[in-house]
């Protein structure tokens, strides 16, 4: 046995079901230019971080957009 035959492989479908449960959104990866890719990503890194330098950062994992 392999680690790669135990390791889940992520799929849009997978990624899309879990954010469209859990945050009511889902991400058209057809659509999906790397200019998109790229502003999504640096928008994400903006918000863990200020959450992060944030007074209440020890409390990050109860707060939804940090969990998003």
Do not use: C, W
């Amino acid at each position: 046995m392999n680690l790669s035959d135990i390791n889940p492989v992520a799929s849009s479908q997978k990624m899309n079901s879990v954010m469209s449960s859990r945050f009511g959104f889902k991400i058209d990866f057809d659509r999906l230019s790397y200019g998109k890719a790229l502003r999504l990503s640096n928008s994400i890194s903006e918000n863990i971080n200020r959450i992060r330098r944030s007074y209440g950062a020890h409390t990050a994992e109860q707060n939804p957009k940090y969990m998003e």
